[in-house]
């Protein structure tokens, strides 16, 4: 029975007792129609509400809708600049006059574009829109851990910064997929660097355990407060202290998003000008994406752990 033929309803009831002459003196006929006046009133608000919804309920529909075909049009416009940036990278290659030493360097431009191309790929998959789901593939994080911090600490190189490396000596095979890993790593490792303005040690400590891999990320920055430590994953949100730095507050929403989508977690502990600590969980098995969210936050200091004897990278 719809909202309207209850209204309906009640009226015709309470019409049948003001006309019934047993009831003409009946103290309780005024209260009842006091009662039903303000139930069809209630009602009528209902009835409202529900327009409403049902307003907003396509209205959000559009905007997914317009927001899908405008990262289909935004990746379709990626997808030429990439493409010159990878064929003026391959004819630097070919290239006899170009110094030895930097074909490490175009090799790594190569490597991004295609990273970059691979992830369009990915999105322009309409059931994948949004989603980047994953496709697990087994392969060694702790080579690939290894890669982007050679990769980053050459880009970083003469801003002071030191890298460290522990428990990536030998091989962590975990199933995934590689690529969406290693924007969450990269993120981690480039936000490491920025927001170390002054330099300072970063360091990257992998281990395993109780079936699963944990990657912390630690540096020696500028942190964050506990307001925004608990945002800190939302998206497009940035910490109040991060102003003077370039940034869309996408990736560390992105790095979230991709852990939840592994069945892993992603946490954050820090203070202000005390530096930060990143901490990636993911399982050493393949389960099913979680369910939960996943970023928890602490506004505990990072920990301190004592000296290692490993090399430094």
Known sequence: MTMRSQEQELRQWIERLAEDPANADNPLLAEFQKLAERHGKLLHQFRKIAKISD????????????????????????????????????????????????????GKIRNAVQRMLHLIERCLTDERLGTAAARPMAFDLAAMLTGLVAEIGASAAGHGHRFELHGVDRPVPIPGDRDLLAVVFSNLLENAVKYSPKGGTIRLDLSTGEGQVTVRVADEGIGVNAADAARLFDK??????????TGAGLGLHLARCIV?????????????????????????????????????????????????TEPAS
Do not use: C, W
């Open 55 to 106: 307003r907003l309920q396509t209205e959000t529909k559009d905007m997914a809708r317009q927001q899908r075909q405008f990262v289909l049009m935004v990746s379709h416009e990626f997808r030429t600049p990439l493409a010159i940036i990878d064929s003026a990278s391959q004819l630097l290659e070919l290239e006899p006059k170009l110094p030895v030493s930097a074909m490490p360097r175009v």
């Open 236 to 245: 497009y949100f940035r910490a109040s202290n991060a102003a003077g730095t």
């Open 260 to 308: 939840d989508t592994h069945g892993g977690g992603i946490a954050v502990a820090s203070q202000p000008g005390q530096g930060a600590a990143f901490t990636v969980r993911l399982p050493l098995a393949r389960t099913a994406p979680a369910q939960a969210a996943s970023a928890a936050v602490s506004t505990e200091p990072p920990v301190t752990e004592p000296p290692v």
